[in-house]
């Protein structure tokens, strides 16, 4: 038999078991010219599929007009942003503005509600320097008993220690805050099960305050790391800075946290390196960093009660430095706070399984997964199992104690997922592979528990994996993406600086399958976190016309229909401004040069995705206003001369025409 001749009947016959309705039969009456009398066979022969890429091409295509099963919330890396995709048609569907302009949303672009985020959250970094970039690394979807809501997303910039709070009724950032005291985080943002707290680990220790001084001589006594509990308010939709607090820990470099859950709810579990407390130097003739983080086998993860620290704070134990309560290290040490479990080797995620006993630890110099119990740690802990104290008098647990179990899976691996049959999915850096395994009792039992079952390669070194709701309490399975930090020669070569790649992978057989490449072209997403699509409940127009989504509520200043016209008080110029297709009213502004304008501008559309811009040409200004959005800019006409405006949507026929001048009369 030819081999394309074998190909084709097996084809045939996956294409026959997998579905009956996929064996096309001729639709159209005149056969020769139509597309659709191609029977799928024909077409997979044409394009040189394999029955498995006709198999996974089957398993990904989501049909015109039809909607995805899952939601992806990727991190826009150094965009400051963060990417809204569909699973698993692998469609991007938005990019939410998070730290960063983005002027098709029109943030930061003009509006005086984006101007004052920003501002809200930036941080004095000398003479007219404002931050331009964030790096974006961990969503954090709420969560409610442990399980997503659908309701906010958090969202970290490493570079600046800043968390972005966006509301998913209207996918804006409603709230940004610079964190006190810590210049950088990574293992930000986590949320507690209810969403009472936002964490954020700090990464490079700084000396505390942050814009304060110590020579890097002075490491250990001066520089030191943090831990914040950011208080969320629900009802608000906002983290209350009052009621949150920090918590001060030794300078090793907190990584990646995850809050217990169900048996260990009110603890939290954040992996760290350089316990060694390397202050680098390559160049000066010292060992570089890179060596010297890693001298130890072990560093530790900090185990941390939250909700025994609450309740410090409110005995006024905590005090205040840079606005925020802070527990110091001696107060954790003395309540029972913070505990410190050995972990190898140059550890980098920690995982909490869905029932919350385990905590799983990846090194990344290590080749195994360690688990450990959070049962074995609360005994340890009451039993004062200690293997010995930290320089700073912190208690290390026994190892062997608190660990449960410890499986060889591969060298590199990073982070775990979960899904709904008891199995764990490790992604494994060097090896560019994922490692699916078995979690201990109650998931499986006897020698089933704590095997390494299967591993799948992928292209290229993989960094975080996400599984369908694999961090929550009840994991849906199904759907894994592996987050590619390298993809080589899957593209077409775009130049020197690649896409990175998520690969779907389907796991819901026995077998893990890889489905689907999606490069990405902002760089560089961290962690993802994937939600049933119909838990999200976004609203499709804004509620009411005249809304502020910066309050989420109707503005008294926004601009009424009937109700449009400039006033004039002294060199105050007020402009309330309505927009419906396709016109702008009034069309023409009319200041002096040197007048402060403000104009309020209010969309009173209805209709579904009915969108108008508002560009001001020359003057850097673009506004985006969905049905029933209201906003204002303001500015000062200090440039004498005629500009056009015009709405930057092409929302009509005659969208056009949807412009008006601002007319800027010199001083004479
Ligand atoms: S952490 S993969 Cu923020 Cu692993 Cu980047
Ligand atoms: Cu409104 Cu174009």
């Known amino acids: 038999m030819k081999p394309n001749k074998r190909l084709v009947i097996s084809l045939c016959t996956v294409l026959a078991i997998a579905a009956g309705f996929l064996i096309f039969t001729s639709i159209s009456s005149d056969s020769k010219q139509s597309n659709l009398s191609q029977s799928a066979g024909e077409i997979a022969q044409q394009r040189g599929l394999s029955p498995a890429d006709v198999n996974a091409a089957l398993k990904t295509y989501v049909p015109t007009g039809k909607y995805d099963d899952y939601i992806m919330f990727s991190s826009g890396g150094h965009s400051g942003q963060v990417l809204v995709i569909g699973v698993p048609s692998m469609r991007l569907l938005k990019v939410i503005a998070a730290f960063t302009p983005e002027p098709w949303q029109g943030f930061g672009t003009g509006s005086k509600e984006s101007a004052e985020l920003l501002e809200s959250a930036n941080m004095p970094i000398g003479k007219n320097r404002t931050l331009s970039w964030a790096d974006t690394h961990h969503p954090a979807l709420s969560e409610t008993n442990g399980d997503y809501d659908g309701k906010f997303l958090f969202i970290n910039d490493k570079a600046n220690a800043r968390i972005a709070v966006i509301d998913l009724r209207d996918f804006e950032v409603k709230q940004m805050i610079k964190s006190p005291n810590l210049i950088s985080d990574h293992g930000s943002t986590f949320v507690t099960p209810n969403t009472e707290y936002v964490i954020q680990g700090a990464q490079y220790a700084t000396p505390i305050p942050y814009n304060s001084y110590a020579p890097i001589e002075e490491y250990q006594e001066k520089y030191r790391g943090m831990i914040g509990f950011y208080k969320f308010n629900r009802k608000k939709g906002r983290i209350d800075m ?118 799983v630890i990846s090194g990344k110099l290590d080749t195994h997964a360690t688990i450990f119990g959070f049962d074995k740690i609360q005994k340890a802990i009451a039993s004062k199992n200690f293997e010995g104290k930290d320089p700073f008098g912190v208690p290390i647990l026994d190892f062997n104690a608190v660990k449960a179990a410890q499986l060889e899976i591969g060298l590199g691996p990073l982070h775990t997922q979960f899904d709904d049959q008891g199995y764990a999915y490790t992604s494994v850096f060097i090896e560019s592979t994922v490692a699916k395994w078995t979690l201990g009792g109650p998931y499986h039992k006897g020698d089933k528990a704590w095997k390494l079952v299967e591993k799948m390669p992928v292209h290229y070194n993989i960094g975080h994996l996400v599984c369908a709701e694999g961090d929550t309490v009840s994991p849906d399975g199904k759907y894994c993406v592996s987050l590619n930090k390298w993809a080589i020669d899957r593209f077409t070569p775009v130049g020197p600086l690649h896409p990175q790649n998520f690969q779907l992978i389907d796991v819901s057989g026995s077998k893990m399958q890889l489905l689907y490449d999606m490069p990405i072209g902002i760089g560089e997403p961290h962690y993802v976190q994937m939600i049933k699509a119909d838990k999200l409940n976004p609203w499709l127009v804004y509620p009411e016309v005249g809304y502020n989504p910066a309050t989420m509520s109707v503005d008294p200043n926004a601009a009424k229909a009937g109700k449009e016209g400039i006033v004039r008080n002294g060199n105050n110029v007020e402009v309330n401004m309505t927009a419906i297709r396709s016109h702008f ?26 969108t108008h811009g508002f560009a001001i040409d020359g003057y850097n200004i673009n506004l985006s206003l969905e049905p029933g959005e209201s906003s204002t800019v303001e500015f000062v006409a200090d440039k004498p001369g005629v500009y056009p405006f015009y709405c930057t949507e092409f929302c009509s026929a005659l969208h056009l025409e949807m412009a008006g001048y601002l007319l800027v009369e010199p001083k004479k």
């Open 585 to 610: 009213n009034p069309e023409h502004i009319k200041v002096k040069e040197g007048d402060h304008v403000t104009i309020n501008l209010t969309s009173i559309e209805r209709a579904r995705d009915a």
């Open 242 to 359: 009052a009621r949150s607090f920090q918590i001060e820990v030794p300078p090793y470099w907190q990584d990646l946290c995850d809050a217990g859950k169900k048996v260990s709810e009110g603890w939290v579990f954040c992996g760290s390196l350089n316990s060694e407390m390397a202050t680098g130097g390559f160049g000066d003739g010292k060992p570089p960093f890179e060596a010297g983080v890693s001298q130890r086998d072990m560093d530790y993860l900090h185990v941390v009660n939250w909700k025994k620290a609450e309740k410090v704070v409110a005995a006024g134990k905590a005090k205040v430095i840079s606005g925020i309560k802070v527990i110091s290290l001696q107060t954790a040490i003395d309540e029972g706070l913070l505990y410190f479990v050995p972990e190898p080797k140059s550890p980098h995620g920690a995982d909490v399984s869905p029932d919350g006993n385990y905590i």
